[in-house]
């Protein structure tokens, strides 16, 4: 690896995944850096998942985009800076400023967050800008604002600690907020009476907590907590004296339950449960108080989910389980930083600061601009919509995908591919969107960036380089800045550090502020540089009444004293009709496609996709189908198949699960162009939306299954460049240092010259070929040392890849015909990784099992699994179930 530069041997930061915002503290060792958890920090108190805690190998320069492009050639950065604000004023000029959009992120630091907002809105002069946010989060924010008068999170994570009942519904957070997830089960460990409830269609690694899980049926969960709410009202569990003192149009809200929900017999048939799991679980909950309702994409991704958020915050107020210890509806963030995209403003119907449009005259006296946007923009779907009719002639990308991300893939990617002026700020150099852009800026990744950012519970952290920035690689706020001052706006961004940037945030957050606002930080506006750098963790609010005190830690929960932030300090009730998802299955499109995350990815795998490690857990795309599904469609498990939707086709392996509801599937959104042939699963999904937030219902698309008839499947592991097959085969590339392993298969027959060809830089093979049963071998030789392996065969083969990947780097592999065979002399264990740290596989855990180990802490002395960061604590207690509850002929079968 290259050495890289650093700053200092050990630094505190923030993790740049999920929303859980852990503290982590980064260490320079021999051969890198590793990352720790910071055991002060109050998310995590110094646990890490596995994401986390592999972030030092995702940290080299390899794959970065590290000067500016345009057109496919180097420009420094004056020439591309000068370009593209030259497009935008001529756009604007042109066919004015709603002919320019900017497509933002919740990875953006709040800094440069803040700042494209600012342009966008404030000097641009339209509201062109919206965020992935809204793909993520934007149904909780609706119901936030419409309910308490402010887009804000009542609870905190130490509540899950505090209650008696954690109800966890359209959440897998075993998997997308691991540490969260630990300090629940920790808590449970403390304290065995706190109930869990898991509500998901499908029964995932989440599932192992829980005392009851409920697979209801797909995008039911209206009816459920409408359902719920109409029950309570019956058995007289309202708390009467809250609503009235606290909340207005209860009554309506009540009565549309009471006509939609009349009986649990009628809810549990629309939710598709049994009825005596139902009455568990509202009996459960009207004897917990302390009752805290996480919800997350199975509730937001979906054509109603702001009716969802509204029904589930609805029990919470009326029965007064909100602002107190243990009691809160908790809508958990995704991404790092989506809070602080809703914090400065970042979503196409918010203005700044938490403020919509009616405060535009305060914001442009704020910002002092004549120019502010005075009407809300497009939202993402209708924001790319625009970008495919021409309406939008510049369009400028930053810190994500949506190529890949956003739904209608196909006509997001056509779209941009007719768009005059595609600008894409990303930190790598390949992604499916890159691929489109006239324009690549390159910023600054994690680890040399600088900023803040802000978690699920409002916790503000800072984030802080601890490499120099590579190549010509630049902060985002410093790329937008630079622009602005180069369309003419340079008063407007004077800024030289982050620091400044936060203290302006900070102060708009305060301007005209008096208690009205939720959100307010403006203790912090007058922050030095110095505590800037030093600040520690803190939770908005935190108004600017009275000096800061460092260490200040902020406001932990909200809406304590029944006051929210309405006109008149009441929650708002609206009344809820419960519908099914409008995407229904047909004969034609007989399954429902579900999508979400895997425990060892993040997103499009532009980072996570380069760690090896992380990898081993899951390595190829797939879809998860019923195992008697899969036989109504005749393929066998492992199998390819062709997944269609009325708006695109996928092709990835088939994997039977038991976890799938019949007739619903799964797949991961992870795979995309660069990783696969035909793997991103929003090519399938339709861009059905609610219609109040605009947040896409990624969750439930109709599809159908077809058995994709392989003549042939190829496995390849090399280091040399390969030609990747044309669009007629499969392909799929694991990344493993600075080896890739393949995977290929078609409906065609091929050559041998064929596969060759794929590594053209290779002139030398040796060939091992059994024409009768159609399988070849071939070894590629550079320099008289074997530098590819590849099989070809009517089916796929079983190799010891691993065994092939370590002869490949090995000083003296072992010898040709040995290698040919794909595999060493004795038996060694190819089974899938459980434990990503220890690299423990299923097989090795099963033999434990059977030899004695019959419990966690027995697996974990015994094997070291489970015993790294924890995330595949489930999936351990699940194989334990599994093969101790298996018969003795299952067991040896195992
Ligand atoms: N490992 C990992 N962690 C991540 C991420 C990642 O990419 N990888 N991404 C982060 C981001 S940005 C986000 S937004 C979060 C998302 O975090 P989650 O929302 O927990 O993740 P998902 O897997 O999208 O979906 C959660 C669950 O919703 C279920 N679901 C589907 N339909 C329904 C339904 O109708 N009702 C109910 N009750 N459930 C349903 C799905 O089966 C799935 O198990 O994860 C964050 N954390
Ligand atoms: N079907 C389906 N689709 C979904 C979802 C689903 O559940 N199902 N979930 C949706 C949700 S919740 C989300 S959040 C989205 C996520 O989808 P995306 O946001 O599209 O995914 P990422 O891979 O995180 O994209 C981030 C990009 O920004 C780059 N990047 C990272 N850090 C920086 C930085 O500091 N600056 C710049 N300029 N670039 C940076 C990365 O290299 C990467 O290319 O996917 C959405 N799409
Ligand atoms: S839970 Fe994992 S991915 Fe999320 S912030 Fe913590 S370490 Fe990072
Ligand atoms: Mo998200």
């Not at 601009?369 to 009407?375: E, F, G, H, L, V």
């Not at 956003?406 to 790598?428: F, K, N, Q």
């Not at 090399?718 to 669009?727: G, I, K």
Request: glycine share 8%; hydrophobic share 40%.
């Amino acid at each position: 690896m290259t050495a890289i530069p650093v700053l200092g041997a050990q630094r505190d930061t923030t993790c740049p995944y999920c929303g859980v915002g852990c503290g982590v503290s980064m260490h320079r060792e021999e051969d890198g850096w590793r990352a720790t958890g910071l055991a002060q920090h109050p998310a995590n108190f110094g646990r890490l998942c596995v994401k986390g805690s592999a972030l030092g190998e995702t940290l080299g320069l390899q794959e970065r985009l590290l000067s500016p492009e345009i057109d496919g050639c180097r420009v420094d950065w004056d020439r591309a800076l000068d370009t593209v604000a030259a497009r935008l004023r001529e756009a604007m000029q042109t066919h004015g400023p709603e002919s320019v959009a900017f497509y933002v992120s919740g990875q953006l630091l709040t800094e440069d967050y803040y700042v494209a907002n600012k342009l966008m809105k404030g000097f641009i002069g339209a509201a062109n800008i919206d965020t992935n946010s809204r793909l993520c989060m934007s149904s909780a924010v609706a119901a936030h604002k419409k309910i308490f008068g402010a887009d804000a999170v009542p609870g905190c994570y130490q509540d899950l600690a505090l209650a008696d009942l954690v109800i966890l519904t359209g959440s897998n957070m075993a998997w997308t907020h691991p540490v969260v997830y630990q300090r629940l089960v920790a808590a449970k460990q403390a304290r065995p009476a706190m109930k869990v409830v898991v509500i998901d269609p499908r029964e995932t690694a989440t599932c192992d907590l829980a005392d009851l899980h409920l697979p209801l049926a797909a995008g039911t969960d209206g009816f459920l907590f409408t359902g719920l709410l109409a029950w309570c009202a019956r058995q007289g569990l309202l708390d009467q004296a809250y609503i009235d003192a606290h909340t207005r149009g209860f009554a309506e809200c009540l009565a549309a339950a009471a006509q939609a929900c009349p009986d649990l017999a009628s809810t549990a048939q629309q939710c598709g449960l049994p009825l005596e799991t139902l009455r568990t679980f509202f009996a459960w909950f009207a004897e917990s108080p302390r009752t805290v309702t996480v919800f997350s994409q199975g509730i937001n991704q979906s054509d109603t989910g702001v009716d969802k958020a509204c029904a589930i915050i609805h029990c919470h107020l009326a029965t007064g389980r909100i602002g107190k210890p243990g009691a809160a509806p908790f809508s958990i963030t995704g991404q790092p930083n989506a809070m602080g995209g809703r914090e400065v403003g970042g979503l196409a119907n918010q203005l700044a600061a938490h403020m919509g449009f009616e405060a535009c005259a305060r914001v442009a006296r704020f910002w002092r601009t004549d120019r502010i946007a005075r009407s809300p923009g497009f939202k993402a779907v209708d924001l790319f919509r625009a970008v495919g009719e021409g309406r939008i002639k510049v369009v400028w990308i930053m810190a994500t995908n949506p190529v890949v991300s956003m739904p209608e893939a196909d006509l997001v990617r056509a779209a941009l591919a007719h768009c005059p002026t595609v600008i894409v700020s990303d930190c790598v150099a390949d992604t499916d969107t890159l691929r489109l852009a006239h324009i690549r800026l390159p910023a600054a990744a994690w680890g040399e960036k600088d900023g803040t950012v802000t978690n699920s519970e409002r916790r503000i952290s800072r984030q802080r380089p601890f490499l120099p920035l590579p190549g010509e690689a630049r902060p985002d706020w410093w790329i937008i800045s630079e622009v602005a001052r180069r369309m003419g706006f340079e008063a407007a961004f004077p800024y030289q550090s982050p620091a400044q940037i936060f203290r302006e945030h900070a102060a708009l957050s305060g301007y005209e502020n008096d208690g009205r606002r939720a959100f307010d930080i403006s203790a912090l506006a007058q922050l030095t540089d110095q505590q800037y750098e030093q600040l520690l963790p803190v939770q908005w609010p935190l108004s600017g009444k009275g000096p800061f005190r460092p260490g200040a830690s902020g406001t932990e929960r909200l809406f304590a004293d029944g006051h929210f932030f309405s006109p008149d300090g009441r929650a708002h009730c609206t009344p809820v009709t419960p519908r099914r998802p409008m995407a229904r299955t047909t004969a034609e499109w007989p399954l429902l496609l579900n999508s979400g995350r895997l425990r060892d990815q993040w997103h499009t795998m532009t980072r996570t996709g380069r760690a090896a490690r992380l990898l081993s857990h899951v390595s190829e795309p797939y879809i998860a189908v019923h195992p008697a599904d899969l036989a109504t469609a005749g393929v066998d498990d492992g199998e390819l198949v062709q997944v269609e939707s009325p708006l695109g086709q996928c092709l990835v392996a088939a994997r039977a699960s038991n976890e799938q509801t019949p007739g619903e599937v799964f797949m991961p959104i992870h795979w995309n162009d660069c990783f696969a042939s035909a793997a991103r699963v929003d090519a399938l999904v339709a861009a059905i939306c609610d219609e109040e937030s605009g947040q896409p219902a990624f969750k439930q698309t109709p599809v159908r299954l077809q058995r994709y008839a392989a003549r042939w499947q190829a496995r390849v592991i090399t280091a040399e460049p390969v030609q990747t097959p044309d669009s007629q085969y499969y392909w799929c590339r694991v990344p493993d240092g600075a080896l890739v392993r393949w995977r290929m298969a078609g409906s065609r027959a091929v050559t041998l010259d064929w596969l060759k060809a794929r590594c053209p830089t290779i002139t030398d093979w040796a060939e091992m070929v059994d024409a009768a049963r159609g399988h070849f071998r071939l070894l590629g030789y550079r320099h008289g040392r074997p530098v590819c392996f590849a099989a070809l065969a009517p089916s796929l083969v079983t190799l010891d890849e691993d065994w092939l990947v370590q002869q490949l780097r090995a000083s003296a592999p072992a010898d040709a015909l040995q290698l040919m065979a794909g595999q060493p002399g004795g038996a060694r264990d190819t089974s899938p990784v459980v434990c990503s740290c220890h690299q423990v596989r299923e097989a090795a855990l099963e033999d434990a099992v059977r030899n004695g180990c019959h419990d966690v802490a027995a697996l974990g002395q015994c094997t070291r699994a489970g015993t790294g960061c924890g995330s595949c604590l489930p999936e351990i207690k699940t194989l334990l179930a599994r093969v101790r509850t298996g018969t003795p002929e299952e067991i040896a079968q195992c």
